[in-house]
C-alpha cells in the first residue's frame, strides 16, 4: 500500500507541478488576504502576537480548501478516476497518496505566507523553528486529510467549490483550534509548555483518529 500511495504521491505532485494552476492561485490568495488582514489589523499593536496563530490558521484553512478541492477533480478529464478505481491501486492508497501530495502543497502556501506574516506584523515566528514545523505538520495534515475524504464525496457535485468547504471547516474545528493556540504560544516566543501540550495531544490525537477513520470509510466514499 505504501508503494500504492508513493505513486499516487508522485503522480498529482508531477501533475500540479507541471501547470502549478491551484498552487499559484493559492499562493496568491494567501498573500492578498494577508495584505487585507494588514488593513483590518494593526501591526504594531501589543495584541497582535494574541491573535496572529487565529489569522494563520483562518488563512491556511482557507488556501488548503483551495488546493484540496482539485485532488480528484484533475482525475474527472479522460475517465481517470474511473480507471484508478480500476486498477491495482487500493481506495486507502490512493487516499493517503492525495493526501500527502495536499499536505506537502499546503506547506509550500505556509512556506511563502509565514515570513510574509512575520515581515508585515513583526513578529519573530522562527524562535522556535522545531516546535513551528511541528505544529505546521500536524495542523497541515489535519486539513489535508479530513478535505482529502470530503473531496472524494463532492466531486461529483455541480457544487462541490462551495459545498467542500462548508462540509470541512466544521469538521477540522478541533484540529484549528488546538493549532491556533499553539502557534499563538509560539509567536510569543514561549516554549509549549503545561497546559499548552493539551492541545498538542489533542491535535495528534486529531490526526490519529480522522486518519484511521478516513482509510476505513474511503471503500466506501469511492464506490459510492
Known sequence: MLRASWLVFLKDVRMEFRGKEALNAAVAFALVVLVLFSFAFDPTSEQIHEISGGLLWILFAFSGVLLINRSFAREQSNDCMNILLSSRVPPSALL?????????????????????????????????????????????????????????????????????????????????????????????????????????????????????????????????
Open 96 to 224: 493517503l497518496g492525495k493526501a500527502f501530495a495536499n499536505t506537502l502543497f499546503i506547506l509550500l502556501v505556509e512556506l511563502v505566507c509565514l515570513p510574509v506574516f512575520s515581515l508585515f506584523y513583526n513578529i519573530n515566528l522562527f524562535a522556535l523553528p522545531g516546535w513551528l514545523l511541528l505544529v505546521c505538520v500536524l495542523g497541515t495534515w489535519a486539513i489535508a486529510i479530513i478535505g482529502t475524504v470530503f473531496a472524494a464525496m463532492t466531486v461529483n457535485l455541480r457544487l462541490r467549490e462551495l459545498m467542500l468547504p462548508v462540509i470541512v471547516y466544521p469538521m477540522i474545528i478541533p484540529a484549528l483550534a488546538a493549532a491556533i493556540q499553539l502557534t499563538t504560544v509560539i509567536a510569543s516566543g514561549k516554549t509549549p509548555v503545561g497546559d499548552d501540550l493539551l492541545w498538542l495531544r489533542v491535535l495528534i490525537g486529531f490526526d490519529i483518529v480522522f486518519t484511521t477513520l478516513s482509510i476505513g470509510l474511503i471503500d466506501i466514499v469511492l464506490v459510492d
